[in-house]
């Protein structure tokens, strides 16, 4: 009996014991397309530039997943402690109790021998406990795939203009992209700006324009879209009043308008090979 305890114990920490290595991991900057007079380019230079909410494009697959953003080794042995050190609890509990179940005649053994079988059962009870426990464990959850912040529904058909519809374009701009593809979005805007005529305003921008942003980067009214070529540009989200106060938390009487970089949608297919040219 004790051989085969030392046996199960052996193999047990065997199983639990992980082996953790550390990897060295290297960054490489992804190329940037956006001319030094664009006002991506100022946005990027302003050191506040964060997408905040994922591109819309297919989701990866689990094992780019797995090998990027997976869950962390501590969290993976904290979780592993955990259902070892809980199952290894319930299992001598019921070993201790359950030695007495098991022999017909505990009423007529003697007290060591009553105490060596409850001693032998615990240890078997936690082994068996402790091995239940690490193959229950708690498991990581997934990653959500929903944008962030979750209000905001992501944007699809005409809240949104993709890249393969802006190389179509003939415009010359992005702003002339928007005002041919989507005129609806400045529509209530351009009817706003007749009646005032030219009056100056000195309303804040976000009363009197749409707002256009690079992720959380305020970049100014819609006429900037004027100076960003195509090019530069993998696609373009439109806000309205609500989505746009959920979405930077302040007024927007007219909505805003996101600009996603072709740079930030390149990701890493690139900026190694780019890099060791450099």
Do not use: C
């Not at 005002?179 to 351009?190: I, V």
């Not at 696609?235 to 740079?263: C, M, T």
């Amino acid at each position: 009996m004790r051989a085969s305890i030392l046996s199960l114990t052996a193999a047990l920490a065997v199983t639990l014991v992980p082996s953790l290595s550390v990897a060295a991991q290297s960054t490489a900057t992804a190329p940037s397309i956006v001319s030094a007079t664009s006002p991506l380019a100022a946005a990027r230079e302003s050191g506040r530039y964060v997408m905040t909410m994922t591109p819309i494009v297919p989701a990866a697959s689990p094992r780019a997943v797995e090998g990027g953003e997976g869950p962390s080794t501590a969290g993976k042995v904290f979780r592993a402690a955990v259902g070892v050190g809980v199952g290894a609890a319930v299992g001598g509990w019921l070993g201790y109790f359950g030695a007495q179940v098991a022999n017909g005649d505990w009423a007529r053994i003697s007290s060591a021998e009553k105490t060596n079988l409850r001693q032998s059962y615990t240890k078997v009870g936690i082994g068996v406990g402790a091995v239940a426990g690490y193959f229950l464990r708690p498991k990581a959850r997934p990653a959500s795939r929903l944008p962030q912040p979750f209000n905001v529904p992501a944007r699809t058909g005409r809240l949104l203009i993709a890249s393969s519809e802006l190389r179509r374009s003939i415009a010359t701009n992005v702003l002339e992209a928007v005002e041919l593809g989507r005129p609806e979005w400045t529509k209530q805007q351009r009817e706003d700006e007749a009646k005032r005529g030219n009056q100056p305003s000195t309303l804040p921008v976000e009363a009197i324009s749409l707002v256009v942003y690079v992720g959380d980067e305020k970049v100014g009214a819609i006429e900037t879209l004027r100076d960003i070529a195509i090019p530069e540009v993998s696609e373009l989200r439109f806000y309205d009043a609500r989505d746009a106060r959920r979405r930077w938390g302040r007024d927007h009487k007219y909505g805003a308008i996101e600009v996603v970089p072709a740079s930030a949608a390149m990701g890493a297919s690139e900026p190694a090979a780019v890099g060791s040219a450099k």
